[in-house]
């Protein structure tokens, strides 16, 4: 696959909007599948702040819902141990967002939500910041 190739598909990759099924015409199969881990690589990397901890690995990512921008404050554990009730290696710790202003939700805010039970799946406590109707 040449660079001029390449580098369209990685420029359409890290677009917004990209949902990982729009492939290279003309390349293999192979290669679209290389590139594709590639460019999840790359995304990854891009939108992910991890800092070692003697417990493990704390991260920051950018949540996935254009909807409700915000980041993911989150825990690997240094074993890999799967002891909580997410059921992932991973724990999310908490994340900050901005919600819209949609039917299910009330008005816009920004909000903290926080997971402070490692056992139950769902999040404890929820700090609103800024509320409005803009």
Same mark, same amino acid.
């Given at each position: 696959?040449?660079?001029?190739? +390449?580098? *369209?598909? !990685?420029?359409?990759?890290? &677009?917004?909007?990209? $949902? ?6 003309? @390349?293999? =199969? ?8 590639? +460019?999840? *690589?790359? !995304?990854?990397?891009?939108? &992910?702040?991890?800092? $070692? ?6 991260? @920051?990512? =950018? ?72």
């Amino acid at each position: 696959m040449n660079k001029a190739k +390449i580098d *369209k598909i !990685k420029e359409r990759a890290l &677009r917004p909007d990209y $949902n990982g099924t729009q492939l290279s015409r003309g @390349a293999s =199969i192979n290669e679209t599948l290389e590139m594709i881990d590639y +460019i999840e *690589k790359l !995304k990854k990397k891009q939108t &992910r702040i991890e800092v $070692n901890t003697i417990f493990g690995k704390l991260f @920051a990512e =950018i949540a996935g819902d254009h909807h409700y921008p915000g980041i993911y404050l989150c825990f690997e554990e240094k074993d890999g141990k799967c002891n909580h009730a997410q059921g992932t290696i991973e724990q999310t710790l908490a994340l900050a967002e901005c919600t819209p202003n949609m039917p299910e939700e009330e008005k816009h805010t920004l909000r903290l939500l926080v997971w402070g039970d490692r056992d139950v799946e769902d999040y404890t406590h929820k700090f609103t910041f800024i509320e409005g109707n803009e």
